[in-house]
């Protein structure tokens, strides 16, 4: 644990106590924090001090909270604040979340039931659709940024995290977070546009890495992988993806077309809004629950 476990104890924004570490990672720590007047809870995500020089950086974190803090959304991680500590560390604060990422259900639970599966991406649709319809496209989809809460009645509450490398239709200059040295996107789930470089991104980049989820979600398997970065890259760039029936046999045509469609090379062809991906999720799912 680095110095920066040395923040317990400190109030920033002069009403957070931090009051436990959660983690922390190359960019940044995450702290439990308690308000000092209302006592509720909250999640304090820092960038490390020395990083905050780097406009790029400091670009990309500016962003997470602009993009999310401007989205109203159950399906959405609420950011409420922005700030930076005395010792000029930039801090975001969001609403404090129990769960389980999504990565880590896949990792205990293998495949998914179709329903539940269905029921997920809907949720995420949701999301994004509010994300969409302001101008907004996360980029970065991805098991580790979906986060599952349980329902008073049991269910599944999906919470969409880390709009980092969002971009912003708004933004002065979104290419600076595409430059050597800030890794854009998690590579599994890159649709060939970005994974050639291209920065102007649509909806369209978030459908396809929703279809590679769905992939995940029903079969287990991630359909492009690779050794490192750039064998993954080749993947996606020169080879088809895997039938999803190789997988998992029992799942019905329309649903299977449904996946590959969504993952499609071309972004015409696929899916050309969330709404439209979430209407015939719902219509599948509703037939095999």
Not at 241 to 261: C, M, T
Request: hydrophobic content about 40%; charged content about 25%.
């Amino acid at each position: 644990m680095d110095s920066q476990a040395s923040r317990v104890g400190e109030v920033v924004g002069e009403k957070y106590r931090l009051v436990r570490l959660l983690g922390e990672g190359g960019m940044g720590s995450v702290y439990e924090a308690r308000h000092d007047v209302i006592g509720r809870r909250f999640a304090v995500k820092f960038l490390h001090a020395e990083l905050a020089g780097h406009p790029e950086i400091l670009g990309r974190f500016r962003r997470e909270a602009q993009a999310a803090g401007s989205l109203e959304n159950e399906n959405i991680a609420a950011v409420t604040d922005f700030g930076s500590s005395p010792d000029g560390a930039p801090y975001i604060v969001m609403e404090f979340l129990e769960g389980q990422d999504l990565a880590k259900v896949l990792a205990q639970t293998g495949p998914l039931p179709i329903p539940r599966a269905a029921h997920i991406l809907i949720q995420v649709c949701r999301g994004l659709n509010a994300a969409h319809g302001r101008g907004i496209v996360h980029r970065d989809l991805k098991p580790e940024n979906l986060l599952l809460q349980t329902r008073g009645d049991g269910g599944d509450l999906v919470k969409i995290l880390d709009f980092g490398i969002a971009k912003l239709k708004t933004s002065e200059r979104p290419e600076t977070a595409t430059r050597t040295g800030i890794t854009l996107g998690t590579p599994y789930y890159m649709p060939p546009e970005q994974a050639r470089g291209q920065k102007e991104l649509d909806e369209r980049a978030d459908i396809y890495a929703l279809g590679v989820i769905l992939f995940e979600l029903l079969s287990g398997q991630k359909p492009h992988d690779g050794e490192n970065y750039n064998a993954i890259l080749y993947s996606i760039l020169m080879q088809a993806a895997p039938r999803i029936e190789a997988y998992r046999p029992d799942l019905p045509p329309e649903l299977a077309a449904l996946v590959h469609r969504a993952m499609a090379a071309d972004a015409k062809e696929r899916p050309q809004s969330v709404s439209e991906l979430a209407r015939v999720t719902g219509r599948l799912r509703d037939f095999w629950m």
